[in-house]
């Protein structure tokens, strides 16, 4: 989403205009879902860790300071909600769902010629990031997957850029070796 | 992790994936090389991360959000004012005053509201003196003087109809385009 439609539904959100919310949440969304993906081993954790976020966003938004640091401000409240339900569930499994895995579609485009996937491992992707540290996914999904800067990176998770630049390359390199 | 024949790791090369290859790697074929199989690599995830992602009914899931948020009452404040048309005390939201002040500003070429506020600063039943807060951008063609003149005058067309008032004060911060204050003024004006 431009920034200045972000700017504008953000500010229409604060105003107390539930259509405006309502355009955030169909646009954010997937994004979000995503990202608390990063945190259970189930889609349908994620879509209540998600669902709770936007209500607790709604409910908090006069304390928003800066517009221009939604998505941050947002994806750090979600962070929050996940973290909460884990310490709640202290025997939640970082497993992976492999009944939604199986069922998920093998992507059409051909692979590059210089990465050693093989067709029968394509469904493996979010196999993958969860065999990874809870930190790692977390920052890869953020950089990667959402597009953020290592900044808002860093301010989603709550560690210094540095940080995020460091626990971006073990990512990148721990999928590399899954994946080579 | 990978030693690359220049005595570099594929770890280094990961550590600035995402920013211009330095000196070295422009000029070493194996850094240059790891580089080109690790965004390769990347990219292939990320897209293979998105295809594999279970499809979700964004429509349905936004439907039961907002109906959950819509049970939550509204965020807005209820104001006593007094209607210009007939002189009889009435009660008006925040947001009806805030959809009258967009509607204002929505036929403006030179300045986008981002955001705005109102209430009242009297305690006066019906309320006579107003604070509103407009953060607006304006066009690269259009200057601060203009847009201040121009804001002062939407607010009032704006109000004007829905209350009687007294004293207008309008803090206005025009930003950039991400939302970031760049300039603030506070304008005022009286009946």
């Given at each position: 989403?431009?920034?200045?439609?972000?700017?504008?539904?953000?500010?229409?959100?604060?105003?107390?205009?539930?259509?405006?919310?309502?355009?955030?949440?169909?646009?954010?969304?997937?994004?979000?879902?995503?990202?608390c993906k990063?945190f259970f081993s189930s889609?349908?954790d994620a879509?209540?860790a998600?669902?709770?976020?936007?209500?607790?966003?709604?409910?908090?938004?006069?304390?928003?300071?800066?517009?221009?640091?939604?998505?941050?401000?947002?994806?750090?409240?979600?962070?929050?909600?996940c973290?909460?339900r884990i310490?709640?569930?202290?025997?939640d499994?970082?497993?992976?769902?492999?009944?939604?895995?199986?069922?998920?579609?093998?992507?059409?485009?051909?692979?590059?010629?210089?990465?050693?996937?093989?067709?029968?491992?394509?469904?493996?992707?979010?196999?993958?990031?969860?065999?990874?540290?809870?930190?790692?996914?977390?920052?890869?999904?953020?950089?990667?997957?959402?597009?953020?800067?290592?900044?808002?990176?860093?301010?989603?998770?709550?560690?210094?850029?540095?940080?995020?630049?460091?626990?971006?390359?073990?990512?990148?390199?721990?999928?590399?070796?899954?994946?080579? | 992790?990978?030693?690359?024949?220049?005595?570099?790791?594929?770890?280094?090369?990961?550590?600035?994936?995402?920013?211009?290859?330095?000196?070295?790697?422009?000029?070493?074929?194996?850094?240059?090389?790891?580089?080109?199989?690790?965004?390769?690599?990347?990219?292939?995830?990320?897209?293979?991360?998105?295809?594999?992602?279970?499809?979700?009914?964004?429509?349905?899931?936004?439907?039961?959000?907002?109906?959950?948020?819509?049970?939550?009452?509204?965020?807005?404040?209820?104001?006593?004012?007094?209607?210009?048309?007939?002189?009889?005390?009435?009660?008006?939201?925040?947001?009806?005053?805030?959809?009258?002040?967009?509607?204002?500003?929505?036929?403006?070429?030179?300045?986008?509201?981002?955001?705005?506020?109102?209430?009242?600063?009297?305690?006066?039943?019906?309320?006579?003196?107003?604070?509103?807060?407009?953060?607006?951008?304006?066009?690269?063609?259009?200057?601060?003087?203009?847009?201040?003149?121009?804001?002062?005058?939407?607010?009032?067309?704006?109000?004007?109809?829905?209350?009687?008032?007294?004293?207008?004060?309008?803090?206005?911060?025009?930003?950039?385009?991400?939302?970031?204050?760049?300039?603030?003024?506070?304008?005022?004006?009286?009946?």
């Amino acid at each position: 989403m431009e920034p200045t439609r972000l700017a504008v539904l953000v500010g229409r959100s604060m105003e107390g205009d539930p259509e405006a919310f309502g355009e955030l949440v169909t646009v954010m969304t997937p994004g979000l879902r995503q990202y608390c993906k990063t945190f259970f081993s189930s889609w349908h954790d994620a879509e209540d860790a998600t669902q709770d976020a936007w209500i607790r966003a709604w409910q908090s938004l006069g304390s928003l300071r800066e517009r221009a640091a939604f998505k941050t401000w947002l994806y750090r409240m979600a962070r929050n909600i996940c973290l909460d339900r884990i310490r709640q569930r202290a025997n939640d499994q970082q497993t992976v769902d492999d009944e939604v895995l199986e069922q998920t579609p093998v992507p059409d485009r051909e692979l590059p010629e210089n990465v050693a996937v093989q067709r029968g491992e394509v469904a493996d992707a979010w196999q993958i990031i969860n065999g990874l540290p809870s930190a790692l996914r977390q920052t890869f999904v953020l950089v990667a997957l959402q597009g953020m800067s290592y900044k808002e990176a860093a301010l989603v998770t709550n560690v210094s850029e540095s940080t995020v630049r460091g626990r971006l390359a073990r990512a990148r390199n721990a999928i590399s070796e899954a994946v080579s | 992790m990978t030693t690359l024949p220049c005595g570099r790791t594929s770890e280094d090369v990961l550590l600035n994936l995402d920013e211009p290859a330095g000196l070295h790697e422009l000029q070493c074929r194996w850094c240059h090389a790891e580089r080109q199989r690790l965004k390769d690599q990347n990219g292939f995830i990320t897209r293979l991360l998105q295809t594999s992602t279970p499809e979700h009914e964004p429509e349905a899931f936004s439907k039961g959000i907002l109906g959950k948020i819509a049970s939550l009452g509204p965020r807005q404040r209820i104001w006593d004012v007094q209607d210009p048309a007939t002189g009889l005390p009435r009660r008006l939201s925040s947001l009806e005053l805030i959809k009258a002040i967009r509607k204002a500003f929505a036929d403006s070429t030179t300045t986008q509201l981002n955001y705005t506020e109102i209430k009242a600063t009297d305690a006066k039943v019906p309320h006579l003196r107003w604070k509103i807060q407009c953060h607006v951008s304006m066009a690269e063609d259009s200057s601060a003087g203009v847009v201040e003149q121009q804001v002062l005058s939407l607010v009032r067309d704006a109000i004007s109809p829905l209350i009687i008032w007294d004293e207008v004060v309008v803090d206005l911060v025009i930003e950039d385009l991400h939302g970031r204050a760049i300039e603030s003024v506070t304008l005022r004006e009286e009946s």
